[in-house]
């Protein structure tokens, strides 16, 4: 019999565990570890007498399925990566692009910031719905079990940004709001630029699924080599946009018909990237802009049509 941990055998010998231990030792329910075997993600257990036994084979399988969830693959794609390592086409290579990925996109370190610290750079006092937006937007994330209340900041640099913009005198709610503004835009902007990406350079290596070894270890390469491209691209047609609206704001402001000016002074409005997704697919990049305005000014005229009709309609009541 297998005994409640690993069996009664060498310290030479390969553990073994009954269903219950395989799932204590790897987190999993054994609900999970016999659905994974009933779609072929797990290995079946080795028939002894009337148990199953399962060995480290099943505990690192099950640590590796784990570990790929967390990275967001689906159980689908999971089986194909396990099955191609299985086949011998090896998944080292797999894993060695996902933790690229997966790794940090920035030299930036976290930090930590105590509550008292926090309160001091935003005014000394203290605003419960604040640090909850901030932590809402992951600007903190909560310490757990520490005799003093602290945080952890992602992104000391964003963190400095609010500091700076609150000392100027911007409240609070107007820079989170701004955040959540900006968010926005940006991922549409990352989002675009990988789909870009993948198009003209990565397309060869989604071929296959998985990729091989080799195509695997180079898609990791370029990934190394491309990464700081997006960042570097970001900041140069931010620093141009930034020169551009600067001047065009401080003449506003410093001519004598600033009044007539301002009537006339395009203005940016954010849209979510989902929606600017579903205008793409529907007229293609280069009409986004020319439907939304047209789309816009429809909308616009039928409400003043509609307006029209409804005060002509109160009127000829009135009349009657």
Known sequence: MVGAGLSEQS?????????????????????TIRAYQD???????????????????????????????DRGYTLASIKELLEAWDAGRGLGGVLGLVAEVDGPWTDEEADRISRAELDARF??????????????????????????????????QELAVAAELYAAGVPLSAITGHLRELRGQVEHIAARFLEFT????FARYLEHRPPTEAEAAEATTLVRRLRPLAQQTVDAELARAMRIFANRHLQYHLSPDAAVLGEREPRSVPLPPETIRAVERL???????????AAAEREVQTRTLDTLASNTAHDDQVGQ
Do not use: C, K, M
């Open 39 to 69: 779609r072929g993600l797990l290995p079946r257990p080795e028939r002894r007498g009337r148990s199953n036994v399962y060995g480290d084979t099943h505990l690192a399988r099950l640590r590796q399925i784990a570990d790929l969830l």
């Open 11 to 31: 310290a030479s010998a390969q553990p073994e565990y009954r269903i219950e231990d395989l799932a204590h030792h790897s987190g999993a329910t054994v609900r």
């Open 198 to 201: 993948a198009e003209h350079v």
């Open 283 to 293: 007229v293609g990049q280069e009409n986004v802009a020319a439907f939304v305005t």
């Open 123 to 156: 005014g000394g006092t203290p605003d419960e719905d604040a640090v909850r937006e901030a932590i809402e937007l992951g600007v903190l994330e909560r310490i757990p079990d520490r005799d003093t209340e602290e945080y952890l900041v992602p992104s000391p």
